[in-house]
């Protein structure tokens, strides 16, 4: 009689080191945000060209761009239940697939009216793929390399963001605007072809789903070729299936406490990251400094937070993740004073600017990672993707209360001093759920 074998995949992914198969798969969850990241900031690279186009002021603009935040905010938080439904990778597919299409359709938008309501679909597709590549490359991440693959991961969507404003400049200058928008919307479209051959679904949510045998053995192969993928083998899991709505289940098995705070973490972060980005170098050229000067400066922010990004997930694999973040939260609400305290010594600012881009921007992309590691597979990219839908309500509200900030004529020091509580706050939040021992594998 054949005996049955049982294996646990995660255990099977743990026990293995980090390979080519699972770099790959890392590699394929990096161009789908770098595609992202390429599309999310196409609106800001176009907008002077668009106010010439439609001749309209640059405030006829700020629904535009409030338009798609919100569509991002609805995007994570639509496309995390219907992952832990359907899966990760069809809905990270037809994300792109969405936000490629409508991105087309924007180069042929002809009033701001008609470019709103795109750029809110467009939205719709870019917030949900981030949730479900996290999720991806986390579940097929060893525990110990987890946090460091997902922040790698995520730098797709900084080089994205950062390249398509390369592009963008060419672009615009040679064929007009739309351009930007035809080639936001040809690659993702391209790109959805080749993952759709090769992306394979989370062995974890298949076998949480059932009656997926023959793909997990074929997944499990590619990871470790040497492993015995006999007929009789049984695949399992000790995570239990959800039972409910996922974003119920964010609220289950004392996860409540887990889940508010990581919100606050989430809210409180990416304000503070929306408000230094939209309004640091109107406050250093306020103060004195050249527009080109505080330009660069700014800069230092986004450079700090790639170097945080890269340096980071090693911390984390390797300490108490959580205490570690409140820690880079806590240095990140220091820093954030001193930039408004060195007033315009420009050597200064650069320090204080890139150390608060390493802890904000670092820490925020680590959260991402922590996040993933904090749920079950069942309701992970759910509890990813509200994390970040929530994040996304502080990212508009930020630069709304820089702008009030800004018209109250406070001293630097006092703006900054007020900017530093939000990420403060998130420390607070990341120390107390360190306290907590809920965090999944």
């Known amino acids: 009689m054949n005996r049955t074998s049982s294996i646990d995949v995660r255990d099977f992914i743990d026990q293995r080191k980090f390979g080519k198969y699972q770099l790959a798969v890392t590699a394929m969850c990096a161009l789908a945000v770098f595609l992202d990241g390429f599309d999310t900031q196409a609106i800001g690279y176009v907008a002077p060209a668009i106010i010439k186009t439609f001749h309209v002021s640059r405030a006829a603009l700020a629904p535009v761009f409030s338009a798609s935040l919100i569509g991002l905010m609805l995007g994570a938080l639509l496309g995390g239940p219907l992952a832990d439904r359907f899966g990760r990778r069809p809905v990270l597919l037809m994300g792109m697939l969405v936000f490629g299409v409508l991105s087309l359709l924007t180069a042929s938008a002809t009033s701001i009216e008609s470019l709103l309501v795109l750029r809110l679909l467009t939205g719709l597709g870019l917030g949900s ?6 999720a991806l490359t986390s579940e097929f991440s060893p525990e110990r390399t987890r946090s460091t693959s997902v922040m790698w991961m995520f730098c797709g969507f900084s080089l994205g963001a950062a390249l398509g404003g390369l592009a963008a400049a060419g672009l615009i200058q040679d064929f007009g605007w739309k351009s930007v ?33 023959d793909r997990i053995r074929r997944t499990l192969l590619k990871i470790d070729p040497a492993f015995d993928h006999a007929a009789a083998t049984q695949f399992a899991t000790d995570e239990p299936a959800s039972a409910h709505f996922p974003v119920r289940e964010l609220f289950a098995d004392k996860r409540t ?26 406050v250093i050229s306020d103060a004195g400094i050249s527009v080109s000067s505080a330009a660069l400066i700014t800069s230092m922010l986004q450079i700090g937070g790639t170097v945080g990004t890269l340096m980071l997930g090693r ?10 973040l409140s820690f880079i939260y806590f240095i990140g609400a220091i820093s954030i004073v001193l930039v408004g305290m060195v007033g315009t010594s420009a050597p200064l ?8 881009g390493f802890c904000v921007v670092g820490g925020q992309i680590g959260a991402n990672a922590l996040a993933a590691k ?22 508009i509200i930020g630069p709304v209360v820089g702008g009030v900030l800004l018209s109250l004529q406070w001293e630097m020091h006092q703006v900054f001093l007020i900017a530093a509580i939000p990420v403060f706050i998130a420390g607070i939040a990341a120390f107390a759920i360190s ?5 999944k594998r």
């Open 181 to 213: 928008f035809v080639v936001g919307g040809v690659l993702p479209c391209i790109a959805v072809v080749g993952l759709w051959i090769y992306l394979p679904e989370s062995v974890r949510f298949l076998v949480l789903k059932g009656g997926q045998e």
């Open 257 to 282: 406490m887990l889940t508010l705070l990581l919100w606050i973490v989430f809210f409180m972060s990416l304000m503070d990251l929306y408000f230094l980005s939209n309004w640091l170098p109107t």
């Open 129 to 134: 793929v981030m949730p479900n590549a996290v």
């Open 349 to 356: 600012l650069i320090i204080t600017i890139f150390a608060a």
């Open 374 to 395: 904090s749920y079950p597979t069942a309701i992970r990219s759910t509890g990813v993707g509200w994390s970040l839908g929530v994040g996304r309500i502080g990212s």
């Open 435 to 439: 306290r907590m021992a809920l965090v």
């Open 315 to 324: 911390v984390f694999d390797k300490m108490s993740p959580f205490r570690a």
